[in-house]
């Protein structure tokens, strides 16, 4: 209980953010053989699924649940958004985040939609790179640029996406820490639920002042944008600006931790792949899209059946709840050539790591930009870094979630 009373005391007590990182994750090392295993009996499963630690009890009262695995059926999952649902998001996180666009359908969707996301376009967010995402990077070095090693994930990439959208926001400095940790008890909502609600509640209750203050004196920020935002006569409430605000942070900031971690991974266990982009920045956007395959940061989204169905041959219930598995529909041993490969040069590079269809995500040019300024940085400012031979060797693991918990490197004197 003492950590609900700390979430929400305006003089929040100094803490290491560090200490709330990955309670969402699993620790599954490797859960690709049994994906593969899975997506090779059937793309598509009807009945619960063991993924090693046991299947769930099936419920009765519900139609069975559907887990999909394969890459052209997730797909064809995600195209049809009259028979598959994302009203299922609302029993999962509706009560946490308030009503946002992850959980409607259309028309309500594209309405809402489309007021936010004039913000997030390339080349919106250019304004962003060097004076807001560069600094925070640049900031996040100066700190343990001189000692010649550092653990990246606990330094660098666990620590900069929380900043940039605090700075996108246009948050003042000084909340920056209480901020970081709404943020991260509401994305660990699940393991904690009522400090999860407790942050909610504090995060909304934090917004009411920041919104009165953009309404009277606004400025170049988002939320700025977001109360100026106009389409058709339409523009967004209080209420759905907040609710929008708290999906931005496990959204935005968990997904991009987590993708740029394992990038670093990926390229830290390969020096061919590391050279080659050291070398030539200009490859980052495939390094990056060729990870988010990979390791998607998130290997599962939900949707619900709106009507009796059929998918791959297998009857789907109308009120089934549908896992998609991203993870493995971006290993389908169908699509890819040695899937289970990191290989920035693959020539098949489309995948669902960032979702598809009317929900795709909505952030992708922002954590792609911010993810290339961060790897840009410490290419610049520690040289070719490698693993350091003295530390625990590193993996990824998780299975909803998944990221290194640790990149342990040195560089420069260190290495
Ligand atoms: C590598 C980083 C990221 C990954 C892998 C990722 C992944 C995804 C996926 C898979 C979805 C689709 C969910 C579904 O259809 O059920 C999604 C939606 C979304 N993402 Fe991201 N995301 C990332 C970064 C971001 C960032 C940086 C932001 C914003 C700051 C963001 C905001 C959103 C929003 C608002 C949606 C909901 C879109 C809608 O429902 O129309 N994401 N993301």
């Not at 100066?142 to 926001?169: C, H, K, M, W, Y």
């Not at 389908?332 to 098949?348: A, L």
Request: contains cysteine; proline residues 7%.
């Amino acid at each position: 209980m003492t950590e609900v009373k700390s979430a929400t005391d305006p003089a929040v007590v100094p803490f290491d953010p560090f200490e709330l990182k990955d309670v969402v994750g699993g620790n599954i090392r490797d859960p690709y053989p049994r994906l593969h295993e899975l997506c090779r009996e059937s793309p598509v499963h009807t009945g619960p699924i063991d993924m090693g630690e046991g299947a769930d009890e099936p419920d009765p009262s519900r139609p069975p649940p559907v887990t999909v695995f394969g890459f052209e059926e997730v797909v064809q999952v995600l195209r049809d958004n009259e028979t598959y649902s994302s009203g299922v998001y609302t029993d999962v996180m509706g009560m946490v985040m308030g009503r946002t666009i992850l959980e409607m359908d259309e028309p309500e969707h594209r309405m809402n939609r489309a007021l936010v996301a004039p913000s997030f376009r390339s080349k919106v967010l250019e304004r962003w790179e060097e004076d807001l995402v560069a600094l925070v990077v640049n900031e996040l070095v100066d700190s343990f640029v001189d000692s010649g090693r550092a653990d990246l994930v606990r330094e660098i990439t666990f620590n900069f996406p929380v900043q940039v959208i605090a700075r996108i926001l246009g948050l003042p400095r000084s909340d920056y820490p209480k901020f970081q940790r709404w943020a991260l008890e509401i994305t660990s909502v699940a393991a904690n639920f009522e400090r999860g609600m407790a942050a909610s509640a504090a995060l909304g209750d934090y917004f009411v002042d920041v919104m009165a203050e953009r309404r009277s004196t606004p400025g170049d920020d988002l939320i700025s944008d977001l109360v100026r935002a106009e389409v058709d006569g339409e523009r967004l409430s209080d209420e759905e600006i907040y609710s929008f605000l708290r999906l931005l942070l496990p959204a935005g900031v968990e997904t991009t931790y987590r993708a740029s971690g394992s990038l670093l991974f990926a390229l830290l266990h390969d020096r061919t792949q590391f050279d080659a982009l050291f070398g030539d920045r200009a490859l980052f956007a495939q390094a990056f899209e060729e990870v988010v395959r990979w390791e998607p940061p998130v290997t599962v989204i939900l949707r619900r059946a709106a009507r009796d169905a059929e998918l791959a041959g297998v009857k789907i219930e109308q009120g089934a709840d549908i896992a998609l598995m991203i993870g493995a529909a971006n290993r389908d041993e169908r699509k890819y050539k040695d899937p289970d490969r990191f290989d920035m040069f693959r020539d098949q590079r489309q995948h669902v790591g960032f979702g598809f269809g009317v929900h795709v995500c909505l952030g992708m040019h922002l954590a792609r930009m911010e993810s290339r300024v961060a790897l840009n940085t410490l290419f610049d400012r520690l040289g070719p870094f490698t693993l350091d031979p003295q530390a625990e060797a590193p993996h990824i693991e998780g299975m909803a979630f998944r990221s290194p918990l640790s990149l342990p490197v040195v560089f420069g004197a260190g290495g």
